[in-house]
């Protein structure tokens, strides 16, 4: 465990479905980060949380809705989603403004596919 | 952001020692270089970090020289599961840079 946690590991839906991935971290850290990997492709910032604020919305689609409650839970709600969406989803956290040593601690990530 | 180039993939066998090379020729002062490890259908890991010279942890050591333009990730005697993604990634952390990750280096280590 690293301390970022994510919810579930696997998930299919179709693609008239609506669901929801859950992160949550234990680090006290107060920025948090969606990532998409799809295959064989590096890792695309999707979205960026500051202490509860989006600060950051990499022009993606709609149909991918961000919410972060408070600075230890972050949701992606999923909503008519295509093929192309399948992918690993990674939600990561890290501690702002800080001097020295610093780095992004990652969970294992949501395995999603869209049928 | 401060752009890294590294090889897209590199072999070794076990017990060898692994150097990834990566390339940040526009780095500014304040950045510093980090590396990640990631494995298949994981987060990538915090490997290491350094500014300057060279920094060693129990993973893995970081050589970075004078110009800072680049930086050597060494990983000692390395085992089949050293088997990776290993990323370079160059930010400033007091400016709440977003880490972007580039393509990596995937290291696959043999028997």
């Known amino acids: 465990e690293t301390g970022v946690t994510q919810t579930p590991r696997h998930l299919v839906m179709g693609m008239t479905n609506k669901k929801s991935l859950k992160c949550e971290q234990h680090l006290g850290h107060n920025a948090m980060y969606w990532y998409k990997q799809s295959a064989k492709k590096p890792l695309e910032l999707m979205f960026v949380?500051?202490?509860?604020?989006?600060?950051e919305n990499n022009s993606v689609p709609s149909r991918f809705s961000p919410e972060c409650p408070n600075s230890s839970h972050l949701f992606l709600h999923l909503h008519t989603l295509q093929p192309e969406d399948s992918a690993l989803y990674l939600c990561?956290?890290?501690?702002?403004?800080?001097?020295?040593?610093?780095?992004?601690?990652f969970g294992s990530g949501t395995r999603l596919t869209v049928v | 952001l401060a752009k890294t180039t590294q090889p897209i993939s590199m072999d070794s066998y076990e017990g060898q020692e692994v150097n990834i090379t990566c390339s940040h020729n526009n780095i500014a002062t304040n950045d510093y270089i980090t590396w990640y490890q990631q494995f298949p259908s994981q987060g990538p890991r915090f490997i290491i970090q350094?500014?300057?010279t060279k920094v060693t942890n129990e993973v893995a050591s970081l050589f970075i020289p004078a110009d800072r333009k680049s930086s050597t990730l060494s990983l000692p005697r390395v085992s089949l599961s050293d088997t990776a993604v290993y990323y370079c990634l160059v930010g400033d952390p007091a400016a709440g840079n977003k880490l972007t990750f580039g393509g990596g280096t995937r290291v696959l280590v043999k028997p």
């Open positions: 350094g500014y300057k």
């Open positions: 949380y500051n202490f509860k604020e989006q600060t």
């Open positions: 990561a956290s890290s501690q702002e403004n800080r001097q020295g040593v610093y780095g992004y601690t």
